[in-house]
């Protein structure tokens, strides 16, 4: 309930109406609160204080008060507030709709834990960079981003992922989702007809996109270890969208004789490459896997974003462009929305030159590597049966099902449990395939692991 104190009511008299001032009052304060504008607990302002604003006598007010107060829209109390005491009126029959049911354990996937967050270190960041950024960076900029972001990103990207990136050539987005877009937009523009997409895949932003420029969306098919290069060639596609590092959602790691491959036809081509670099930095039983873009700069972008390590409600994310498309995107970024929020830039620019970036990963990556050791483990227990892949790496894997056992049904069943779990089917583009489980483990302990997995074992039982 709102037991806030409305301090500016909107009232409009209008002395020229023959209709008396309080009844003028009653139903401006009657509209407000059938429109939801003065919601049900608020306290309006006290007789004596709005007569002084509107310029009437109080008994003006008074009169207006106890009359909604007779119709029920209003409530006093001696010595307390005069508060509102109706909601708005609900239109059509059944009213607000039921909340849906939130699972006691969700396997979600594409997500980073928010409780592991670093608000301390970040809020150091942002205090800094308060207090201390020029003037000039705190107005429009242009689409590129800050300056010290884009050199620090272009650091760590160079040192951390063996990219090969220029500030000159980094443009600041939202999250990979607006990366696509602003790629899809300027080679949509050049005359590009058909984009490829690894298949399984996560397409459904990206679809609307193309749809919406006359672009084409084919699939590829993915091997276990990443896209049939055989398949791509014959594809006809001028761009192709690629999880080379850790394919989503199969977990595969793109060969290196496949990679040059596919650099290979891309400049035969005049296409582009752009490469998901979605959560690379978490590796557990492998070395880990440079950037595809640091083979081939001038074919390859490199999109990335803080969504799978800091959180998504950052919403920050880079492009690295090959040289000939940067100025293009950065006019396309400027377009869309004038630029990413300058203050978050500069706190992200400080948190990577302070190290707090690297601390962050290295006090996350055991801490992930226990959940995801504790999925094996209770999948080895109780599912013995079921083939996890792609579990080198990431804040997922994928558990191929027995035959016999269909995903659908699976996932209904245990959501009777209250539990919640993904299947593979729906990223697929072409037809059927294997059938399989994602299962996220990014923001489940250990224990709510070991219990989720038990039910889908009680699930498995029952379905067999």
């Known amino acids: ?15 020229t109406r023959p209709v008396p001032l309080h009844r003028q009052i009653e139903a401006a304060l009657r509209a407000g609160i059938r429109s939801g504008r003065l919601p049900l607990g608020t306290s309006v302002p006290p007789s004596r204080r709005l007569a002084a604003e509107l310029g009437v006598s109080r008994g003006v007010v008074v009169e207006a008060y106890d009359q909604l107060v007779a119709e029920g829209y209003l409530t006093s109390t001696p010595g307390s507030y005069t508060r509102v005491a109706a909601g708005p009126c609900r239109t059509g029959p059944g009213g607000a709709p039921a909340p849906a049911t ?11 834990d928010p409780a592991g967050f670093p608000r301390a270190a970040w809020l150091r960041s942002l205090r800094r960079v308060v207090t201390n950024a020029p003037h000039d960076r705190l107005t429009y900029l242009d ?8 050199e620090a990103l272009a650091d760590y990207l160079n040192r951390a992922r063996g990219a090969s990136a220029s500030p000159s050539r980094l443009v600041i987005t939202s999250g990979f989702c607006q990366a696509v877009n602003l790629m899809v937009d300027v080679l949509a523009r050049r005359g590009a007809r058909r984009i490829a997409v690894e298949d399984p895949s996560a397409d459904d932003d990206l679809r609307p996109l193309a749809e919406l420029r006359g672009l084409e969306v084919v699939g590829v098919p993915v091997t276990g270890d990443g896209i049939s290069v055989d398949a791509l060639e014959r594809s006809g596609a001028d761009l192709v ?3 080379p590092s850790h394919q989503w959602p199969l977990g595969g790691v793109l060969p290196a004789a496949a990679r040059a491959s596919v650099v290979r ?3 035969d081509r005049g296409a582009v490459v752009l490469e998901d670099d979605y959560d690379a930095e978490y590796r557990y039983d492998r070395a880990p896997v440079g950037a595809i873009q640091g083979l081939a700069p001038d074919v390859v972008a490199h999109a990335g974003s803080v969504s799978k390590t800091l959180t998504p409600g950052l919403r920050l994310g880079w492009l690295v462009t090959p040289p000939h498309l940067t100025e293009a995107v950065a006019e396309a970024k400027l377009l869309a929305d004038r630029g990413s929020p300058a203050i978050e830039q500069l706190a992200f620019a400080d948190f990577l030159l302070r190290g707090e970036f690297d601390r962050h990963l290295r006090r996350m990556r055991p801490i ?3 959940r995801r050791d504790a ?3 209770a999948l080895e227990e109780h599912l013995p049966a079921f083939e996890p892949t792609g579990i080198a790496a990431g804040l997922h894997l994928v558990a191929w099902l027995p035959d016999g056992l269909r995903e659908d049904d699976l996932i209904a069943a245990v959501a009777a449990q209250g539990v919640k779990v993904a299947g593979v089917g729906p990223y697929r583009l072409t037809g059927e395939g294997r059938q399989g489980l994602i299962l996220g483990y990014s923001d489940l302990n250990e224990a709510r692991i070991v219990e989720g997995v038990r039910a889908l074992a009680t699930a498995a039982r029952e379905l067999t």
């Open 265 to 267: 036809w891309a400049r």
């Open 143 to 150: 689409g590129y981003g800050v300056p010290e972001l884009r």
């Open 241 to 243: 969208i690629l999880t």
């Open 375 to 377: 999925l094996l483990g």
């Open 368 to 370: 992930y590597r226990r």
């Open 1 to 15: 309930m709102n037991s806030g104190v409305v301090h500016e009511l909107l009232v409009e008299l209008d002395r």
């Open 102 to 112: 939130v699972p006691r354990i969700d396997f979600g996937y594409g997500r980073t």
